[in-house]
């Protein structure tokens, strides 16, 4: 069995783009204007999909704030949640919505360690089976919560813009074209979304979305 690479060190990242650079000079361009990305590594669990679960569809500044209140209740563990009536845990700035899927995340009793092991179809397989997890979500959690060499996030807004402005294409691509693209940056590709994020950064001269 192959041993799965994981983007955990400074190292696996200098290796990993310098095979990206080999193979695609135009992210020697990027590399030039940006400088070395940062691994942008999050601890894997509950609380961090929970956190995307509250952050979607919010400015920074509000989800900043709804999980400050999460945190101050002691809402972060899933029993907690699973106890815990609507209306409590609308006072503290969740939508109904929302709270469905905090309460599904929580219901899901996903092991969390197991999923280390698993593949990264299988990876994105579970997480959106959970409601409230959509691919975007999963593909996230497998890069930068698992270390994930090989994923990318092609429905990224900011990932198919940064492509676009990149490789001079007419028009912003599709995520099937902008997932095609990224073959060719195998088995590197969550690193060569980092470049792509950075460059969108500073193409648009302001922060990227992830």
């Known amino acids: 069995m192959t041993k799965r690479i994981l983007i955990e060190s400074d190292e696996i990242l200098a290796q990993a783009i310098d095979a990206l650079t080999s193979c695609e000079p135009r992210f020697e361009y990027v590399l ?30 509000a989800a900043k704030a709804i999980w400050s209140r999460l945190e101050i209740e002691n809402f972060l563990d899933p029993n907690r949640i699973l106890k815990t ?4 845990l609308n006072s503290v700035g969740l939508s109904r ?25 299988e990876v994105i397989r579970i997480l959106t089976e959970v ?11 497998a890069m930068f919560s698992l270390k994930r060499a090989d994923i990318f996030a092609a429905g990224d807004l900011a990932l ?11 028009e912003r691509p599709t995520e099937g074209e902008l997932r095609q693209l990224s073959t060719d940056w195998s088995p590197w590709r969550s690193v ?4 792509l994020w950075d460059y969108y950064s500073f ?7 992830v």
């Open 97 to 121: 919505q929302k709270i469905r899927y905090a309460k599904a995340l929580a219901a899901a009793d996903l092991d969390y360690i197991a999923l280390r092991r698993k593949s990264d179809d």
């Open 203 to 209: 193409a648009k001269n302001r922060e990227g979305i």
């Open 85 to 88: 009536n609507e209306e409590r």
């Open 131 to 141: 409601p409230g997890i959509g691919v975007w979500t999963a593909e996230i959690y």
């Open 192 to 195: 060569a979304a980092l470049l």
């Open 160 to 170: 198919k813009e940064s492509a676009r402005i990149l490789f001079s294409l007419g």
């Open 32 to 61: 030039e204007h940006t400088g070395m990305p940062k691994l942008r590594l999050r601890p894997d669990g509950f609380q961090t999909l929970l956190q995307a679960i509250v952050s979607q569809q919010v400015s920074v500044a």
